[in-house]
């Protein structure tokens, strides 16, 4: 319906960011089955239909750009506590790889931050919050800005030959 909506008021969706998440932390032997598929849902799902829905558009106007918001917990820092989450990230990129062959030339990325000052983040337990801001070589966690730029960036035609490629934003991070 909302892809419907704007083709209707504005023509067609030009640029899509699939953003929407969610992390159901919970203790790898207390999560459930469905709060796992809940997390797949809105995470991975919920990107494949956004995608799907305005591909028909950039195809047929030859242009668009997708980029996906994936985490570095979808390539290589992974929580048991988080294992869906983990793994709807992981799929994010999974999707990236697919719609970049499928939906040529539309350009399709994905973004991979690291930790980000959100809201979601602002309940960490502050000794984790520490923990974790050590392995940063930055040694802190990004701000907001820091992601969207370079999201900006992607989108832009000065990175027209950035296609199919996830881009880690994390400050650098080292495991201890």
């Given at each position: 319906?909302?892809?419907?909506?704007?083709?209707n008021q504005l023509g067609g969706v030009d640029i899509l960011i699939n953003n929407a998440g969610i992390d159901l932390s919970n203790l790898f032997h207390l999560k459930t089955a469905d709060?796992?598929?809940?997390?797949?849902?809105?995470?991975?799902?919920?990107?494949?239909n956004c995608s799907k829905s305005v591909s028909a558009h950039m195809l047929k106007q030859d242009y668009g750009r997708i980029i996906?918001?994936?985490?570095?917990?979808?390539?290589?820092?992974?929580?048991?506590?988080?294992i869906d989450y983990d793994a709807s990230k992981a799929g994010v990129i999974s999707l990236m790889h697919n719609f970049a062959k499928y939906l040529k030339p539309i350009r399709?990325?994905?973004i991979a931050p690291g930790w980000v000052n959100t809201?979601?983040?602002a309940s960490l337990y502050p000794k984790f919050k520490e923990a974790e801001e050590r392995k940063i070589l930055l040694k802190?966690?990004?701000?907001?800005?820091?992601?969207?730029k370079v999201i900006k960036f992607v989108i832009s035609r000065d990175a027209s030959y950035i296609n199919d490629t996830v881009i880690r934003v994390d400050g650098g991070v080292y495991n201890e």
């Open positions: 319906k909302m892809i419907e909506e704007i083709d709060e796992f598929r809940k997390t797949l849902d809105v995470n991975v799902v919920g990107a494949y996906n918001i994936s985490s570095t917990n979808g390539m290589n820092t992974y929580y048991p506590m988080c399709v990325n994905t809201k979601m983040n802190r966690f990004a701000k907001p800005e820091e992601i969207s």
